[in-house]
């Protein structure tokens, strides 16, 4: 297991590591950045699915439901079709209303949750055509699925989802701007932009991983916060809600994730000078009313940790701590904010002498009801 490890100390730790890797493997033959070109053989073969469905609808559970919501802004800001996100355990037990135009996408790293499988079978059975993104080759999902792509992100034996998060964001991204091109609802300067800006994300992902000191400079001041919570907007609010859902999973430190904006429908009433709130505030649209959300934190004393864009002046003279990540285009921003919440979480975990890799209670791969 130790030579399995790599010479990290914990699975979740190699995966978080790999991530820049695993991003490569994932675009092998399918991103043609110097040919303006993204080419998935599952995609190519049903584009005519994809153009003319009236609307994708996404089933999944966990972590891998968090790449679907990010997802839905990607989908629907690149090639405008109106997308839904749903829990498969909720889908499966709903009568839900499916057309024969929908296009079902189901996301899963193990491609074995009995949820995910219930779902896509409900689909099927109402006519539609269902589409999975799954990491594990041959899996059951793999195969109850009309087509898919796999997210090459090799075994993740962490029960914390890392890498296969990052992947399932970056076929699915893949797969919008494919289809902005099919669908033309984005013009070539930006489509080509996007392709370049997503051959650099591995590196940017290479260098968000040096966040890793200050994660745990911030992990040891925090470690013993029996509350938290994460902010975000738009593509970050997703995973904001990652974020909490890594806390919780390997630190059991009770984490909430929320838009930022509806903090001041509740959530504001938990905050005090005890209160850690990790607020996801990159440079983009929306920056200036995250920086008013963060003022309001700060008025009522909570301890604010941002994840900015490298050279942030503004947040960085309001926030308790600042993580720095990379620019780059604000829909992929969530494959380089996700890289320091997994490392905050994971040193917050050790630190509070937690089973990293194998949390209690949790199995890798829900596999029953
Ligand atoms: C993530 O860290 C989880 N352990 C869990 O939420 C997981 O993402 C979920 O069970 C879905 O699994 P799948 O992707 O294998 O279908």
Redesign the pocket.
Known sequence: EQIEKGGYDHFMLKEIYEQPSVIKDTYRGRLHANKGMIQMAGVEDNIDKFTNANRILIV???????AGLVAEYIFEEFSRIPVEVEY?SEFRYRNPIIYPDDVVIA???????AD?LAAIKLAKEKGAFVFGV???VGSS?SRETHAGAYTHAGPEI?????K??TT?ITVLTMMALRLAKAKGTMNTSDYQRYLLELELIPEKVEEALQTNEVAKMIASIYKSAPNCLYLGRGYNFPVALEGA??LK?ISYIHAEGYPAAEMKHGPIALIDEHMPIVVIAPKQNHYDKVVSNIQEIKARSGKIIAVVTKGDTQVRALADHVIEIPDTAEALTPLLTTIPLQLLSYHIAVMRECNVDQPRN?????TVE
């Open positions: 999944a559970c966990g972590t891998s439901w968090h498969a996301i899963s790293q193990s491609g074995e949750t995910t799954c990491n594990v999902i962490g029960v914390a989802s890392t296969a998060f399932q859902l890594k999973e949790l199995a890798k791969s829900v």
